[in-house]
């Protein structure tokens, strides 16, 4: 099947899954999660394939540490699927019931978005989070995973598939893109996939963002500051940026601009370089701060960059509006920190600073699923529109208005010989 | 100011809106009421001079009746306004409050979306109640309105804008785009917009859709069904359709199609073709239709069709199920009925149909935010994913995450020396 003949079985299913029971789902869940188990041998010979070939193909160890699946990513997939079912249904949740008139009334509650395309890096384990997440929230997926584990992702998939068939899930829950060629075809089916959630390098993101009709959740950059604000305690300061600067570089919620009150920088760079300088990290300056501490000078432009790297940007600001401007205009609207210790002023940058995610004294590095308690996320989405931020399974749904009447025309409401009474039932 | 200097320093302001009290937003709409009534006068002479222009060039008497702002609709607004100030904040409210660890506490709350693009149909009293839903909500809003009625567009846009600035909200709170040449510039803009909702004619929007990076909310068509179940009451059905096609036959949510199940097909028919033809609308049938009831025949496509008119197109279908089929493939997700005696197919039909609103045993022209008791929308969004339906005040927000910590660092929540709790605090 091409994928568009897939997305048109998805989404003629779609409904399906949607009134499925939540013990259904989670009976699938659970199969899948045995069979996974009942599998290990063959997933483990597939990603030894995989493994080999990467190896073979000079795959950097940092890579490598990704594409491998082994025991203990088994044993942590199986305890996220066990935990998964242990969560409450995110389906048919009423926001609102609501008496129009006698005998009208009208209920919001929440549904599946219906099938969505996810097209992620190469790691195992994310195949088998994504597709948990989605079966639990209801919705169809169609799956694209990183081509350095396509033998695992294939394995995987097939055991995840038949189980869930098995436990009786409706033929098109799932489907499984194996060739990078058949991305663009995905792109073009926005009569049949919902939304789109592409993971992976800015550039490809972007790409994806540019070239389809279909709703897209993510981001492609991840520029996070954190503002050293006048009356921030300075060893919490240092330890943080260090924290969320190198405990792990590569990733979306690592800090790269740090803005610092101008009336401590003379005090604080100097402790700040020293401990950035300890830590192996390279500093990028504005004028002021390159005097300051000697470091590589930037213009304004070298504020937009996202180093995935153990590298920095430095400025210092007149004050928090300066702070908030600049984050506001050369953010992401990702993850943004606040290190003070005036509570008026984290809130005044909880409320001014237009980011997912919004901190006061603590690491940028928090912004994840998991860490939020969500169980996982399928991605963190930049966007303005909900879902926003870190999304789980409760991101994974909308609503849809329910109304049930006897007979109600709206004719005696235009005319006005009848009027609605708007009575709120929850 | 061009129309991206004007996005530029509505982006700039709209964290100041984001941040402003309900206290000072009521405030300004009460400005705005007043300011309104004080100026009825020139208001009605702009109006008088944009309904001279249009039935000079030569405007249908139907049209017309939209462009006019008199008495009536300036007093229907200002009780709009006045009754938008009684309804509670949509903002700063918490959906989630949780504590992830001793000292670190996440909470989720709304905020608003931030610069909103309205582009709308030539009709005044829509200025003034888009205008006001986006101020309570505290959005920044760029406001095109259709061009027939510019004179009376930029005479309230004026008054609405000096009274929400001498209330106190920032210089961006507001703009109008008053030429049609702006509306492309418009589309450029997502480094500034947040959300584009264009209302007007189904190309219009599809053109937005197709030529912009900015999400965009709202419908194209709006092909809505009504399904007659085979234990539905003749009579109620019978009214059901003529009230959902002739009250207002213009508008999205007017029925297209009536879909008859095939038990009650020979009964049924003869019965509803002679309602139909009484109240003056010409019947489209498929085969089966047709040779029952000798109306014009159309094929699969002609299904696709949204009149927008006193036509109609009818067609049997062997059981729900096929209902659902038809309403899922050639249906707009828009607002869709059963008319049934049966619950159980009324909640099947809840479940399976892919709409935005589903309904049971009422019409179609309910799918409205006024009748919804939002107290006026911005439009209805035929998307998947959030707002969805009606949009009123709630759909005008987003959410944003607050984390506030102690100097958290994520390194030992990674090398295992600290562990999550996740205790909810709401």
New interface residues.
Partial sequence: MTITEKAILL??D???L??SSIELRNKALSFIAKSLKDNATPIFEANAQDMKAAEESGTAPAVMKRLKFGEDKLKSSVEGIESLIGLSDPLNIVSMK?S?DEG?T?T?ST?P??VIGVIFEARPDALIQISSLCLKSGNCCILKGGSETRRTNKVLFDIIYNAAISAGLPEGCMAQAEDRSEISELLTCDRYV??LIPRGSNSFVRYC??NT?I?VMGHADGICHMYVDSSA?FD?AL??IV??KT??SAVCNAVETILINETIAKEFLPLLSARLKEAGVKMNGSKEVAALIGCNEISDDGFKKEYLDKEISLKTVNNIDEA??HI?TYGSHHTDCIITKDEKN?D?F??????????????T???DGF???FGAEVGIST????????VGLEGLV??????????????P??DGSKS?H?VDLN
């Fill in positions: 989404k003629k779609s409904p399906k949607a009134s609501r129009l009208l009208l919001r549904c978005i219906g919902d939304l963002m540019d009709r709703p305690d919490m330890s943080l924290d969320a405990q792990y908030i401007e506001n984290r005044y909880f409320t001014m600073v237009d980011s997912a995610n919004v901190y006061c004294n603590c690491s590095r928090f912004a860490r939020y308690g966007g303005k529109m909900p879902p926003r931020g870190p909308t609503y849809k208005y329910k109304m049930t009447g006897s007979g109600h025309m709206v004719a409401y235009c609605f708007f």
